[in-house]
């Protein structure tokens, strides 16, 4: 089970940074992925962590601006988002992939309920 939190309304410009927490014992070999939907649109690949903690990967759209990094004692993933835009506002869902890191959400096997992110102008 994976709950997010973190969301909110926030200005362009400003920060955020949500939350996952993972239930379990095996979180250390899953890679956890971030992913959004915005009204009307499909879910997206935001971002990924791999299992170790060594390699990430972003959406082009936010490289630069967001981050991804966990936390394995505390079972948490973190998703580091700055210089939010108003295109940045969706739902926002971490997921897990069992060791393999990808932007393919279906590889994805478990997911959080979302937590929704307003960037306003």
């Known amino acids: 089970q994976l709950v997010e939190s973190g969301g909110g309304l926030v200005q362009a410009g400003g920060s955020l940074r949500l939350s996952c927490v993972a239930s379990g014992r095996e979180f250390g070999t899953y890679a956890m992925g971030w992913f959004r939907q915005a009204p009307g649109k499909e879910r997206d690949f935001v971002g990924a962590i791999s299992f170790s903690g060594g390699q990430t990967m972003y959406t082009d759209s936010v490289k630069g601006r967001f981050t991804i990094s966990r936390d394995d004692p505390e079972n948490t993933v973190y998703l580091q988002m700055n210089s939010l835009k108003p295109e940045d506002t969706a739902v926002y869902y971490c997921?897990?992939?069992?060791?393999?890191?990808?932007?393919?959400?279906?590889?994805?096997?478990?997911w959080g309920q979302g937590t929704q992110v307003t960037v306003s102008s």
């Open positions: 997921a897990a992939s069992r060791w393999l890191l990808s932007s393919q959400n279906t590889q994805y096997s478990v």
